[in-house]
Structures are given as C-alpha cells and as structure tokens.
C-alpha cells in the first residue's frame, strides 16, 4: 500500500518562506524518483520540482531559483524548501514517486497522496 503524505503548507505572505515535508511507505523508496507537483485554483497539475534517485535535480521555470527539493533516503522523505513565495504559488502541493527511466522531470509519475495546500497573500 503506497503512501505520500505531504505537510508544512499554510498561509504565508509574499516574500516569505515555507518547507513541505512528504513521508513515503509501501515502495523502494531509493530506487524511484521523487516529484512536487502542484494545482493552483483553476488551473491544471504542474510538474515543479523533481529528484532522481542518483541526486540529479529538475525544476519549473516558474520556481527555479527559488524552490529547493531534496530527500533523505534513510528516512524515506522528500521535502521542498519553497523561499520568496509569490501569490501565484498558491497551490494544493502533492508528493509524488516517479520512474527514472526517461528524462529527468518527463518520466512517468507513478502515485501521489493527499496534497498539503499552501497560500500565499497579503
């Protein structure tokens, strides 16, 4: 039984700054690729951050520079440190596992769990 329980969203005003936290179980959790992707109100899913299982990072123009993903395989998470927040952030963020066959950020995405919804406004 996969599980991707995302958390750390919340309401936070422009400029500022949220970690999301996601904690995997029920695959090999080494062996996949990890990925952040995101719904703001209105709009479809975007693919904003990935980590391969080799440490190889990929992200969304719309977030490079500002968005940092990572994990910790021996805990079997992956987080998103998330820095000068726009209002356009404003997103249910998911924690999803993803092939690494194909390229980086392409691969095919394989299960997510509850998002975790982040606000960003004044």
């Known amino acids: 039984d996969v599980q991707l329980q995302a958390s750390g969203g919340g309401l936070v005003q422009p400029g500022g700054s949220l970690r999301l936290s996601c904690v995997a179980s029920?695959?090999?959790?080494?062996?996949?690729?990890m990925s952040w992707l995101r719904q703001a109100p209105g709009k479809g899913l975007e693919r904003v951050a990935d980590?391969?299982?080799?440490?190889?990072?990929a992200y969304a123009d719309s977030v490079k520079g500002r968005f940092t993903i990572s994990r910790d395989n021996a805990k079997k998470m992956v987080f998103l440190q998330m820095n000068s927040l726009k209002p356009e952030d404003t997103a249910v963020y998911y924690c999803?596992?993803?092939?690494?066959?194909?390229?980086?950020?392409?691969?095919?995405?394989?299960?997510w769990g509850q998002g975790t919804q982040v606000t960003v406004s004044s």
């Open positions: 999803a596992s993803a092939d690494t066959i194909g390229a980086i950020a392409s691969s095919r995405v394989r299960d």
């Open positions: 029920g695959f090999r959790f080494s062996s996949f690729a």
């Open positions: 980590i391969m299982n080799d440490d190889r990072t």
